[in-house]
Antibody, heavy 122, light 106 residues
Framework: QVQLVESGGGVVQPGGSLRVSCAAS????????MHWVRQAPGQGLQWVAF????????YYADSVKGRFTISRDNSKNTLYLQMNNLKTEDTAVYFC???????????????WGQGTTVIVSS | EIVLTQSPATLSLSPGERATLSCRAS??????LAWYQQKPGQAPRLLIY???NRATGIPARFSGSGSGTDFTLTISSLEPEDFAIYYC????????FGQGTRLEIK
C-alpha cells in the first residue's frame, strides 16, 4: 500500500542541525513532487518546502529559507529535510506528503506520513 | 503571501446536521483550493482538491464549492467520525494553509 514513513526527529539545541527522512513505498516515487509540512504543538499546519519529482526545483517558506534544504534520492525512494541553525520556533511535528504525479509546481497533498517530532530546546 | 481565513473558528453541531465551513483568500486563488481533515494524533487527510473535486475514497456527503476568494466545504449530514479540525490550502502561489475550523459535537 502507499506509505510514507518519517524518521530522524529528536531533541536538538538552538543553533544546532538535524536531518529528517521520509521513506516512500507502494508508488513510483520519482513521478511525484514531495512536501514537508510542520505543525507546532497545538497549532495549525505550516507548509515548509517542496521539491519537484526530478529534484530540479525547490521551493521554501520564508520562515525557513536559507536554513532548511529539501532533497531527495529517487534511487532510494527517500525524501530528506536538512535543518540548520534551528530555532525554538522550529519545534513541531514534521510531516512529509506527496503531490499528485507529474506536477511541476506545488499542488495539493494527497498522501501524508504520520510525522516525526523535532524539539529545539536548550 | 496569500492569507487564508477560515470561519468560524469553532462550529458546534449534532450528528445528522449539515455543516458549512468557510475559507476566504486575501486574493484570488482561482479554483486552486483544497480541504483537509485532521483528527487528534493523526496526519491530515485530503478531502477536496481544486475547490470541488473529492479525493479518492471520500464519502459523497463531503462537497466543496467556490472560486476566486470565497470557498465552502459542506458536510451534508454529519457522522460521528466527521468531528475533527478542517483546513483549507491554496496552491495559487506556493502553499499556504488556513488556521483551521474545529468541528465539535454539540
Amino acid at each position: 500500500q502507499v506509505q510514507l514513513v518519517e524518521s530522524g526527529g529528536g531533541v536538538v539545541q538552538p543553533g544546532g542541525s538535524l536531518r529528517v527522512s521520509c521513506a516512500a513505498s507502494g508508488f513510483t516515487f520519482s513521478f511525484h513532487g514531495m512536501h514537508w509540512v510542520r505543525q507546532a504543538p497545538g497549532q495549525g499546519l505550516q507548509w515548509v518546502a517542496f521539491i519537484r519529482s526530478d529534484g530540479g526545483s525547490e521551493y521554501y517558506a520564508d520562515s525557513v529559507k536559507g536554513r532548511f534544504t529539501i532533497s531527495r534520492d529517487n534511487s532510494k525512494n527517500t525524501l530528506y529535510l536538512q535543518m540548520n541553525n534551528l530555532k525554538t520556533e522550529d519545534t513541531a511535528v514534521y510531516f512529509c506528503a506527496r503531490d499528485p504525479p507529474v506536477q511541476f509546481s506545488p499542488s495539493h497533498l494527497d498522501v501524508w506520513g504520520q510525522g516525526t517530532t523535532v524539539i529545539v530546546s536548550s | 503571501e496569500i492569507v487564508l481565513t477560515q470561519s468560524p473558528a469553532t462550529l458546534s453541531l449534532s450528528p445528522g446536521e449539515r455543516a458549512t465551513l468557510s475559507c476566504r483568500a486575501s486574493q484570488s486563488v482561482s479554483t486552486y483550493l483544497a480541504w483537509y481533515q485532521q483528527k487528534p494524533g493523526q496526519a491530515p487527510r485530503l478531502l477536496i482538491y481544486d475547490a470541488s473535486n473529492r479525493a479518492t475514497g471520500i464519502p459523497a456527503r463531503f462537497s466543496g464549492s467556490g472560486s476566486g476568494t470565497d470557498f465552502t466545504l459542506t458536510i451534508s449530514s454529519l457522522e460521528p467520525e466527521d468531528f475533527a479540525i478542517y483546513y483549507c490550502q491554496q496552491r495559487r502561489t506556493l502553499i499556504t494553509f488556513g488556521q483551521g475550523t474545529r468541528l465539535e459535537i454539540k
